[in-house]
């Protein structure tokens, strides 16, 4: 039976600190302003922040384009700051996660410049060159064009899986990699509690370097087929982590789409290489896998059930996961999933409620806790995120009109996560007292935190309460630790089982704007938490009014064989 680890009982807020709060007035968020508001999230219940990069970067991709490892962006504030931000959130019992990229670093980092300077300095080995005068091969890089980027005054290309200016580490490299190990202690050595790590199925490419079929207008493939999850990837995975991590009592969450479910035990199981990963599979479920945002595809409530079970069982059967409806790369939820209900605050909830009480660490992203929607814009000029220009250019090349193009950039833009965050309905939201670096989102004079925060029925209250329940409630055993379970349900509902050997709880959520008539698996007729209203239980059926969602507890255990909680234990068990 695998040992119980300390970070699976954290509740995790993820900060984009651009946009959190600035506490200089220069329009930038900064530590300072997160420091600040460490009461806040006290308050909200979370016991770990991950933050976005920091560290000092030209910023063309807000801070995932790294200059040095180990300075802090100037804007974001200094050394001293970090270390005072995660002195006074150990004292508020919150831990603090970072960032770790390293598949890349910006094209500003001394390696990368000292190597475009001397083909011969031991730097040109740091990252991935091809002699030629012509691009090595069809790749296209995640942020649109070719991976292949020439070096001027010479006959050579260097590759970058994302934008121009991050160009890829080379990880065949072994005194590359023992660099970032010595950084990746460093950063331990200071008393972080872990990391989030960073498009890291990228770190492996395809040695043949061939050309693969073309798959958009602009004759190219998408690089994920040479440059993701490639045979021998875990060699370096595995090293990094008996190097790093082990050696420290961290957390570890992997950026890591596209590792097929038959490979979780690798990465997630006893002997995984992280603690948990990221599946972005029913993230990613309005549009088709690894094509643009124009390839918009329809689906249902059934379809997103289906997917999250699907991943929830999945990754069960190795270890933990990790649970996020919204992140800093992602349209917001409420849009995404709600669609024209976005603005019912029931269905916020409902929402809230079916994705909070699976089986692993919730993760919410900084104004998820508000039901912010996602911010329209009517113009391209109006975005400031690398991929939606690109999106919107690609979308044009395909042959969507303008106008188009443009719905689609606001529907997917990872720019509407990215809107300062609104703490109270006066000018730019009380975010800074200067102007902010991007736009508000409009509805931030009724949308904001001072509105909702103590007040009965907001969103931010149900969250608190929420939170509350799962950490300290009555059924922390069997909502942290059991196992879960799909149940079947109507169309528009999910539902799922969460069992230990002693107790068992089903949850229901109700994403119609209808009532609905649920039957209710034997013995389960105890209401224990409702996000609204009253649990009404009709002999074998639950009735759950529009937008509900009722857990219910079992009277008697009838589970004749305790099963022992073991990620090794298949997943249908009775
Ligand atoms: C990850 C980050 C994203 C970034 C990309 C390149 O996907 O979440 O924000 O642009 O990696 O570093
Ligand atoms: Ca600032």
């Known amino acids: 039976m695998v040992e119980r680890q300390w970070w699976q009982e954290e509740v995790v807020y993820q900060i984009y600190p651009k946009s ?29 922040v991950w933050i976005c990069p920091i560290y000092q970067s030209p910023m063309d991709d807000n801070g995932y384009d790294i200059s040095d490892y180990k300075r802090i962006a100037p804007e974001y504030g200094t050394m001293e700051d970090l270390e005072e931000l995660v002195e006074e959130a150990g004292k508020r019992k919150i831990k603090i996660m970072l960032d770790l990229v390293i598949n890349h670093t910006s094209d500003e980092h001394p390696w990368f410049k000292e190597a475009l300077r001397d083909a011969d300095s031991p730097h040109h080995e740091d990252y991935i060159f091809k002699k030629g005068s012509r691009r090595p091969n069809n790749w296209r890089s995640v942020f649109g064009g070719s991976v292949w980027e020439k070096v001027p005054g010479r006959e050579e290309y260097y590759l970058h899986s994302f934008g121009k200016k991050q160009p890829d580490l080379n990880w065949e490299n072994a005194g590359l990699r023992e660099k970032l190990y010595e950084m990746i202690d460093w950063w331990l050595e200071k008393g972080i509690a872990g990391f989030r790590i960073d498009a890291i199925t990228f770190i492996k490419k395809d040695l043949t370097w061939r050309d693969r079929e073309a798959d958009g207008a602009d004759g190219l493939a998408q690089c994920t087929k040479g440059c993701r999850n490639q045979p021998g990837i875990g060699v370096f995975l595995q090293e990094m982590k008996e190097r790093t991590f082990d050696r420290y009592p961290c957390v570890t969450v992997a950026e890591a789409p596209g590792v097929p479910y038959e490979e979780l035990g690798e990465y997630i199981g006893e002997k995984g ?4 990963i990221f599946d972005f599979r029913y993230a990613d479920l309005d549009i088709a896998s690894g094509s643009g945002w124009s390839k918009r595809v329809p689906w249902t409530i059934k379809d997103l059930r289906d997917k999250i079970m699907a991943s929830q069982m999945a990754l069960q059967k190795w270890g933990w996961s990790a649970n996020f409806i919204e992140n800093h790369d992602q349209p917001r939820a409420t849009t995404k999933y709600l669609r024209e209900s976005q603005q019912e605050p029931e269905a916020v909830k409902t929402l809230a409620a079916m994705y909070f009480f699976l089986r692993g660490l919730p993760f919410i992203y900084q104004g998820q806790e508000l039901g912010m929607v996602n911010a329209k814009r009517d113009s391209i000029q109006e975005f400031n995120d690398i991929s939606s220009i690109d999106q919107y250019e690609r979308s044009l090349a395909e042959g969507c009109t303008p106008e188009e193009a443009l719905h689609y950039v606001n529907l997917r833009s ?10 109270e309905d006066g000018q730019y939201g009380g975010f800074t007292t200067g102007k902010p670096w991007i736009a508000m989102a409009e509805e931030y004079p009724a949308v904001n935190a001072k509105a909702q925060v103590g007040v009965e029925g907001s969103i931010h209250t149900f969250y608190k309460e929420m939170i509350y329940f799962r950490q300290k409630g009555p059924y922390r055993e069997c909502l942290l630790y059991g196992r879960i379970q799909p149940i079947e349900s109507s169309a528009d509902v999910i539902a799922y089982r969460r069992y230990t050997d002693k107790e068992s709880i089903c949850c229901w959520s109700n994403f119609s704007g209808q009532t609905v008539r649920e039957p209710v698996p034997k013995g389960h007729t105890e209401p224990v ?9 009709q002999g074998e059926s639950l009735e759950l009014g529009p937008y509900q969602s009722v857990l219910l507890k079992q009277q008697e255990i009838r589970i004749k064989k305790p099963v022992a909680f073991s990620p090794q234990t298949p997943y249908n068990l009775p």
């Open 20 to 48: 959190f709060s600035d506490s200089n007035g220069d329009g930038i968020g900064d530590l300072k302003g997160i420091t600040e508001r460490l009461d806040y999230l006290k308050d909200l219940g979370i016991t770990m």
């Open 529 to 537: 938490w409702q996000s609204y209203g009253k649990a009404v239980l």
């Open 273 to 276: 290489y992280f603690s948990m």
């Open 414 to 423: 990872r720019d509407n996560a990215r809107v300062p965050f609104p703490w």
